[in-house]
């Protein structure tokens, strides 16, 4: 069954570096997502992206967050300077077309140091 | 403010011990109710799409259903692989966004 895949599993960095995540939507998909959860907390929407243009962010998706579709298969979320508290599983999701439901990936757990 | 609230938050069971997970929502015009499960250390694994009030869908021992304001998750004789945590989302906006409840953690003990 084709899957959503999500690299690296684990990134550790020093805050201030910048961090890229990587994201493989499921292939014929046309809706791409971020989402994050803090530990203990709930699944957060950050940013959703469509016809190659972000469509929605969240108010946690500021100028520190840029989203990208390089190529036809991958997703990537970027963060300029991260801070302490960008430290969450960063979760991607992908779905197919309107009303159909999202699927996520195994995220990335991002530690900053 | 659009809000999901999951409750109990958790549910410790027996084995074939049926039981009930609760996600009450108060939202404007409701697009759909997603049920999703989420393993430790997994992404949520979805389960179930409902879109209008007396909706059910059923999977294995899983069943959902759904009312104008709340939707139901029954675990009919659940086994130990059935322990995880079970998140609720209802879409909002244009299609574009899940906003997630805190979960159920369901553990069952054989």
């Known amino acids: 069954e084709p899957e959503v895949t999500q690299t690296p599993s684990h990134q550790v960095t020093q805050m201030g570096q910048e961090v890229i995540l990587r994201c493989v939507p499921i292939s014929n998909h046309l809706y791409f997502y971020w989402y994050r959860q803090i530990l203990g907390q709930k699944v957060e929407f950050l940013v959703s992206f469509y016809n190659n243009e972000i469509s929605e962010k969240s108010e946690i998706f500021d100028d520190q967050f840029s989203v990208e579709r390089p190529d036809g298969s991958n997703f990537t979320l970027k963060i300029r300077s991260t801070k302490l508290e960008d430290s969450a599983m960063y979760f991607c999701a992908s779905k197919e077309g309107a009303g159909q439901p999202q699927h996520f990936g195994d995220g990335t757990r991002l530690s900053i140091l | 403010e659009d809000q999901v609230t999951q409750s109990p938050e958790a549910l410790r069971l027996q084995e074939g011990e049926s039981s009930s997970l609760n996600c009450s929502y108060t939202v404007s015009g409701l697009r759909g109710l997603f049920w999703y499960r989420q393993d430790p250390g997994k992404g949520p694994e979805f389960l179930f799409t409902?879109?209008?009030a007396g909706e059910e869908k059923e999977k294995e021992r899983l069943k959902a259903t759904l009312t104008k304001k709340e939707s139901f998750l029954h675990i009919t004789a659940p086994k130990p692989e059935d322990s995880a945590t079970y998140l609720c989302?209802?879409?909002?906006?244009?299609?574009?966004?899940?906003?997630f409840g805190a979960g159920t953690t369901v553990t069952v003990r054989a």
């Open positions: 409902l879109y209008s």
């Open positions: 989302a209802v879409l909002l906006g244009g299609d574009y966004k899940l906003s």
